[in-house]
């Protein structure tokens, strides 16, 4: 058997198996958890490896209602009418967007899309905000998800890494701000599994972010938020061109 094909073998192995143990670990915290997913891993002698995975995922806990996930987009015109501006959760979200939502349009719809988002000052509504974390995903393909409370500001970027050390992929690093302006990154639990560039470690990412935006005003300011969700876009590439040149 070819070395490659060795090696696509035991990561197809090594994927099935970290699939299996997230579900058995959910189950066992009492929280039912359904994946249905494909996962496709292409390999080649030079010792890069492709992994791609589409999954549907349902879960509910404690008698909840099953929800399911879906990425249906209608590319024909841009829905800004899903803002839900009241909410009795001090941590539920009041903004979010995601690439999935922007995946798939074009140039052109792109274009349309980013000449009306507004600027950081003339801010107005969580509708301009959600407007606004969509444009930054739309200039920066390694944003994956953006989303912000009254007090709180997430967002997901994809930071280049090796699997085992050797196979080239990304994880997606967890950026979060609190009400105290601090700042935390943190990568998936299977982050073990993989090592990443000093340029984009945790404690690396960490103190550059909070010397950029700690201590910002978030409660209720549409503006701090905007400039924390482009500053934390703005640091993490900077961090990612240089892990990867």
Known sequence: MKKSHLNVLVLTVAVGLLVFAGRSFAEDGGIYVGVQAQTGVRGSSSGSVEVTQHSDVGSRSN????????????RSRFNTSTFDEGTSSKNASVISASAVEIRGWDATQKQQFLGTVKAQAELRSGQDLQNFAKGVLL????????????????????????LFGVFGSSLSAQVETDAQGRVKVHYPWYSFLFSVPSSVASAELE?????????????????GQAQVIQSISNILKAAHDTASS
Do not use: C, H, M, W
């Open 207 to 223: 103190t550059k972010l909070n010397a950029s935006i700690g201590q910002t005003s978030l409660q209720n300011n549409l503006q």
């Open 63 to 74: 008698g909840e209602q099953e929800n399911t996930s879906t990425s249906g987009f209608d």
């Open 139 to 162: 200039r920066d393909d390694n944003v994956e998800d953006v989303q912000v409370a009254s007090d709180t500001v997430k967002v997901s970027y994809k930071e280049p890494a090796k």
